[in-house]
Nanobody, 124 residues
Framework: QVQLVESGGGLVQPGGSLRLSCAASGGTISNNGMGWFRQTPGKEREFVATINWSGSYTKYADFVKGRFTISRDNARSAVYLQLSSLIPEDTAVYYC?????????????????WGQGTQVTVSS
């Protein structure tokens, strides 16, 4: 069973950047579509970005507006989410998730395995 561990979260000022990492252990994710979601207290988890198995296709939520970039390194069994031009509304716990399929998905119910999340707080 593949396990995902996110890292890279923290406190950042508005306009700042963070790079989130998602490392897989107990197996490889090189043949899996992957995604990032986020959740704030009292709200449902929402889609942020997804990437197919090779990294050749990516898709983002509308609110990203070119500020975030999802990428992957299959040799390292890792997926990344570069966050830039952060605003307070981006404050959330960010989750990495994986599909058994090689393609992409936009709804959390499609994903088969999840990490524990990493907190991102955007505040001055």
């Amino acid at each position: 069973q593949v396990q995902l561990v996110e890292s890279g979260g923290g406190l950042v000022q508005p306009g700042g950047s963070l790079r989130l990492s998602c490392a897989a252990s107990g197996g490889t994710i090189s043949n899996n579509g992957m995604g990032w979601f986020r959740q704030t207290p009292g709200k449902e988890r929402e889609f942020v970005a997804t990437i197919n198995w090779s990294g050749s296709y990516t898709k983002y939520a509308d609110f990203v507006k070119g500020r975030f970039t999802i990428s992957r390194d299959n040799a390292r069994s890792a997926v990344y989410l570069q966050l830039s031009s952060l605003i307070p509304e981006d404050t959330a716990v960010y989750y990495c998730a994986g599909l058994r399929d090689t393609a992409v998905a936009f709804h959390e119910r499609a994903y088969d395995f999840w990490g524990q999340g990493t907190q991102v707080t955007v505040s001055s």
